[in-house]
């Protein structure tokens, strides 16, 4: 199972040799010559996990299961609402059969399956039928009506419980003697299949016997103790989805009074000090809430300092909450170690909110940090709990950087369209209303330049188209 790095499920595969499959994924060539949607699925692997099954049947049952309970955004096949065959035996019934089923119902019938060879399937239950004279019609209780149309009769294939031929307790030995095979004991009637097949074989009917040997090799495909797959075991137990499961693990790891459903988490991003800037993600139920994101650009620390950048955007934040009386989240989280972890205790304090759940996740290690306590927190790197944690920590850190990013941005745009002589501020506008970005201005000729821009004619358009080549080196820095 491949999941990205808000821990959901997005591709389940199987394979016999896992190694050799996965080196596929992962091959530098594949990023380059994969197909888009090759390309996109390894660019959202976060992390991977793997479980051995005992045989392909149950690797099929299980890749199924898996599909239907996720909807991976990668899979294509089985996302239908399509179940493997079962077979229904309801005792409740005055003559009970077996019949096909697709799904298993609390009706106090027995199941048997799921069976991924529905072909296989079929022809051995409609084997089963014959060899022990069950009935066949779906008619639990057939009339007289049923019974004239009834061909299982007329061949012989049913012992025509329904007539009386037989009575109602010898038809249920024969019932017995049919789940003894779906419960695996198929020596009987293998025996009695393999004697058949040498009869018809002995007597020059050849097809009579291959379909003979077809019904044994089907009923130890289907009923053999290998292949018997009842119960799924390997199918994890969830109850919540993934997210909501990481939310209730995170309550038990951290000993909070109930799950956090709602988690917000700072970080900060510059370069030496300048364009410093903070981000603040929200995660509601375990999942993005991109509608409750907010950034900061911090305006009162110019030197390069992380702990007082931290300070002023979770005490801003924080202060307007207070001000506009508005819900505290139920847990709040720094990207970074014991420093960010004190910088935004002390801004908590510094404007009088009550005490709240907190945390730092240090990167380094996975380290939780929780204040009043020395020694971190280590989770293993399967917990949900800390899945949940890394990807709020990664999401945070994503958002401060795409901010900062467009702040150097716009800066070096600027910049470079200050240092053109004759081209004030309202020519800059121009230019950028034009053509969109410093990079369109870059890519046009002088004569494009003086037709877009009023008043900029050719000579002052090719100073520009002069300028900003000289200085394309500048853009490296973004």
């Known amino acids: 199972m491949f999941r990205d790095r808000f821990g959901k499920v ?48 149950e690797a099929l049952l299980l890749e199924s299961q898996l599909i239907k309970s996720y909807a991976p955004y990668y899979n294509i096949l089985m996302r239908d609402d399509k179940r493997f065959l079962l077979l229904k ?11 096909l089923a697709r799904l298993k119902k609390p009706d106090n019938a027995r199941y048997f399956g799921p069976f991924p060879h529905g072909t296989a399937l079929k022809m051995t239950r409609e084997f089963l039928l014959t060899h022990f004279g069950l009935r066949g019609c779906k008619s639990s209780e057939p009339d007289l009506e049923t019974r004239k149309h009834c061909l299982k009769r007329l061949v012989k294939d049913c012992c025509a419980p329904c007539t009386g031929k037989v009575s109602e307790s010898e038809y249920h030995q024969r019932l017995e003697a049919a789940l003894a095979v779906l419960d695996g004991d198929i020596s009987p009637v293998q025996e009695a299949v393999k004697a058949k097949m040498k009869q018809a074989a002995a007597e020059g009917k050849f097809e009579l016997a291959a379909r003979y040997r077809d019904a044994g090799a089907n009923i130890a495909a289907v009923f053999g103790q290998r292949n018997r797959i009842f119960a799924n075991p390997f199918l994890p137990d969830l109850p919540f989805p993934p997210g909501e499961l990481g939310v209730r693990a995170l309550a038990q790891r951290l000993g909070l009074p109930g799950p956090p459903e709602k988690i917000i988490c700072f970080d900060i991003s510059n370069i030496l000090g300048t364009l410093a800037v903070a981000s603040m993600v929200t995660f509601t139920n375990g999942k993005p809430d991109r509608q409750a994101y907010k950034r900061f650009r911090i305006k009162t620390v110019m030197q390069s300092d992380d702990f007082a950048m931290m300070r002023e955007a979770v005490s801003r934040h924080f202060s307007r909450l207070i001000a506009e009386n508005r819900p505290f989240p139920d847990l709040m989280m720094v990207d970074g170690g014991k420093g960010q972890l004190s910088s935004a205790v002390d801004a908590l304090i510094s404007v009088g909110a009550p005490p709240l759940p907190l945390l730092a996740l240090a990167e380094k290690n996975e380290e939780i940090f929780i204040p009043g306590r020395s020694e971190p927190i280590i989770l293993d790197r399967h917990d949900h709990a800390l899945r949940l944690l890394q990807s709020v920590r990664d999401e945070a850190h994503r958002f401060a950087i795409t901010y900062h990013r467009n702040l150097r941005e716009k800066r070096i745009q600027l910049s470079l369209l200050d240092d053109i002589p004759g081209i004030g501020a309202v020519r800059k506008r121009q230019l950028l209303r034009a053509f969109g970005s410093l990079a369109g201005i870059i890519r046009a000729d002088a004569a494009e330049i003086a037709a877009k821009v009023p008043g900029i004619g050719l000579k002052t358009a090719q100073k520009i188209v002069d300028h900003l080549t000289q200085n394309q080196g500048r853009r490296k820095e973004i």
């Open 10 to 57: 997005i591709y389940v595969g199987k394979a016999r040799d896992l190694r050799r499959r996965l080196g596929n994924y992962f091959q530098p060539s594949r990023k380059r010559t994969g197909d888009a949607k090759l390309r996109s699925l390894i660019n959202s692997i976060y992390e991977w996990s793997f479980t051995v099954v005992r045989n392909e049947n």
């Open 89 to 99: 035996v309801d005792m409740s019934e005055k003559f009970p059969t077996l019949s």
